[in-house]
């Protein structure tokens, strides 16, 4: 999977790179517009991070004058989160945005998110992690052949976190996915309920699944 | 395009008045006394036709005419009349025409008929002076048939006296336009200086001097306008105030996580360390740049709040729907404090639905943050005939009268020592939320109940 990041700001795309390049992806970058729409135009890219506010041609531009050649998935960033800029942004074409600052785990949320949609892979119905077992369907938990009983909250915390193993995950970002919660509430739901899950499903068990990524948010992985 | 002064325009306005109205009365006069005098020189010409036919009936007249002619003409004329008698046909016998000047072919009006102002012809001579001339028949005694008189004149004088009026009138009328020019100057002026010193007075508030207003002691024109000013004064006072004191709040609620960031940080590579101390620096450092983040959300939130002009979704919200919504996410939080949510939502309502949800999550946290363990939070709607009522409530520390009053303000927390969590700006969102509604909201407390109340209004 090729990615392209068109963005001025050095530390921002060095991050971007390294990121997204850890996370599997194969990464090209672009410090300018001129720049991105040759790569752009030269190469085929599965999607593309586009800044918005970049010197010379800036990302509007960018995205106008893509609009009639490519059709790659454009996810475009910006500092200014206007609704009158956000909706500039889709009319031009794009597919998704974030406003700047975001968290990393966000964004690879969004660019799996975005890929996924473009190959119309189907999510699978049975979700494994170690001797973790989701049913989405009959939603059902089973871990060691044991059955597990989650509320409705739990059950779709835990999807979320098992859609995404080995990926931190902020608390901001399971607020969003899992209450529809897209703003901060100031409180520390998200740990109570990782907490609550995690006495479940880690609880008699002698190999955690859930852990705590320190200050950032939470990861499930079957860590050795 | 810069608009002349009023003085300016007051005065031009007030002497073109004045020019009209002179020149309108200039010319009715100047034509009334022009119809007068023509009427009394049409007469006196008639007169002398009348004259000289009396005179003519003088058996010994005409004999006295062709005898000594030039004593008649010297009686009868003068240099601007003219005066021909003759016979019809025959050479004149008196002719008086200085100015040699044609005669004029005027049918005389027959010697039995009387003479009226109709007779008389008016013409203009060569020059462009107006001439008048009759003519009639008269009888005589000695039966040698009738005499012709014509007569006429020149009105050389008429004309100098009108032209003399006429430019009377004119200086006259310029004389008052410039008069009443400079006196409006003058009057307009004087009647505006209260403008120059309230403008005087305006030039003296500038952001130093926000507490200063216009005197109270206006004209009666004028008060609406110096009420305004100084109301708008206030506001800008209190809005500057406000804005003064957030920039502040906001630097020094920067500089707490700045301050830990610089700190720790420096402290870590002051040496080689563990990767477990590194890993731990930057999950810290982490938090604190989260923190800083959303701080920055939400200010710039609230200052999107205050621009009317940003979109606003909204929606018809069912309200026990998102009642579910918040139990779901806040119900774990409530337990862990041993707390209960009472949730009475119900019935519908008109509002941003995103707006709505973050407004009572934040009055929810707040009710959970501050309430007593083992008490419930009730959350509870209340359909007015022209507003929809959210009532949040807890049992906890009752708000002191002067906590209520700031309590809505932004970084404001009821306890001075930073709260864990706790940004400060949670009900400063709530307010502006409200405000984007054209909304309010309230709170109560007393006898350890404290009462949020936010109240929608609904369009009928």
């Known amino acids: 999977m090729k990615i392209l990041v068109i963005e001025d700001e050095a530390k921002a795309r060095d991050y971007m790179r390294k990121g997204l390049t850890e996370a599997g992806f194969i990464v090209d970058v672009a410090d300018n517009g001129v720049d991105g729409l040759f790569y752009a135009r030269e190469h085929h890219y599965d999607l593309i991070l586009l800044d918005v506010m970049l010197p010379g041609i800036d990302g509007w531009q960018v995205m106008a004058e893509m609009d009639q050649q490519i059709h790659t998935p454009v996810i475009f960033l910006t500092a200014k989160g206007t609704l009158e800029d956000r909706i500039k942004g889709l009319e031009l074409g794009a597919d998704d945005y974030l406003v700047k600052p975001f968290s990393f785990a966000e964004l690879l949320a969004r660019v799996r998110t975005q890929l996924r949609r473009g190959s119309q892979q189907k999510l699978p119905d049975i979700l494994t992690l170690a001797d973790l077992q989701l049913d989405v369907f009959k939603r059902r938990v089973e871990r060691g052949g044991q059955r597990i009983d989650l509320t409705n909250k739990e059950f779709n915390l835990l999807h979320l976190f098992l859609l995404h193993p080995g990926e931190v995950l902020t608390r901001t970002l399971i607020a969003s996915r899992v209450w529809d919660m897209n703003f901060d509430s100031d409180t520390n739901v998200v740990d109570v309920a990782v907490k609550r899950l995690r006495q479940k499903i880690d609880g008699p068990f002698a190999q955690p699944l859930i852990h705590t990524v320190h200050g950032v948010g939470y990861r499930c992985e079957a860590e050795a | ?460």
């Open chain 2, 1 to 460: 395009m810069k608009r002349h002064s009023l003085t300016l325009r007051l005065s031009l306005m007030l002497s073109v008045t004045v020019i009209v109205i002179f020149s309108l009365c200039g010319y009715a006069l100047y034509h009334s006394l022009a119809t007068q005098i023509s009427v009394r020189d049409d007469a006196a010409l008639l007169t002398r036709i009348d004259q000289i036919r009396t005179l003519l009936r003088d058996e010994d007249a005409i004999t006295l005419i062709q005898q000594k002619p030039r004593l008649f003409a010297n009686m009868l004329g003068n240099t601007e009349s003219l005066l021909v008698l003759r016979f019809p046909g025959q050479p004149p016998l008196i002719v008086v025409n200085p100015g040699q000047r044609p005669l004029p072919a005027i049918t005389p009006i027959p010697a039995d008929q009387p003479l009226t102002l109709s007779s008389v012809h008016h013409l203009v001579s060569a020059g462009g002076t107006p001439f008048i001339s009759a003519a009639a028949l008269a009888p005589t005694r000695d039966g040698n048939g009738q005499i012709e008189i014509v007569t006429g004149r020149l009105m050389r004088d008429r004309t100098q006296t009108l032209q003399h009026y006429r430019d009377q009138i004119v200086l006259a009328t310029t004389l008052a336009a410039v008069l009443v020019a400079a006196i409006s100057i003058w009057l307009v002026r004087r009647a505006l200086s209260p403008l120059r010193s309230l403008a005087a007075e305006a030039e003296a508030i500038d952001v130093r001097h926000l507490a200063r207003r216009m005197p109270g002691q206006a004209q009666a024109e004028l008060e609406p306008l110096v009420a305004a000013f100084n109301q708008m004064l206030s506001r800008l006072e209190t809005g500057y105030q406000q804005l003064s004191q957030v920039s502040a709040d906001m630097a020094h609620e920067l500089r707490t996580p700045i301050g830990t960031l610089l700190g720790q940080t420096e402290v870590a590579l002051s040496q080689t360390r563990s990767l477990g101390d590194y890993q731990a620096l930057l999950g810290s450092n982490y938090e604190e740049l989260e923190r800083l983040a959303k701080m920055i959300d939400n200010m710039l939130f609230l200052a999107r709040a205050e621009d009317a002009s940003q979109a606003r979704d909204e929606q018809r919200i069912d309200l026990a729907s998102l009642g579910e919504k918040l139990r779901s996410y806040f119900d774990d939080m409530a337990e862990e404090k041993a707390m209960r949510l009472e949730m009475a939502l119900n019935g519908e309502l008109q509002a941003d639905p995103l707006l709505l949800q973050r407004a009572l999550a934040n009055l929810m946290a707040n009710a959970l943050r501050y309430g007593d363990a083992g008490t419930p939070v009730r959350i509870s709607s209340r359909i007015l005939p022209s507003a929809v009522e959210l009532v949040v409530e807890n049992h906890g520390p009752t708000l002191s009268a002067d906590q209520q009053a700031r309590v809505f303000d932004r970084f404001w927390r009821a306890d001075a020592s930073r709260h864990q969590g706790s940004s400060g700006l949670g009900l400063a969102i709530v307010r502006s939320i409200m405000q984007r509604h054209q909304g309010r909201c309230e709170v109560q407390s007393a006898h350890g109940i404290t009462r949020f109340t936010l109240r929608f209004p609904q369009p009928a």
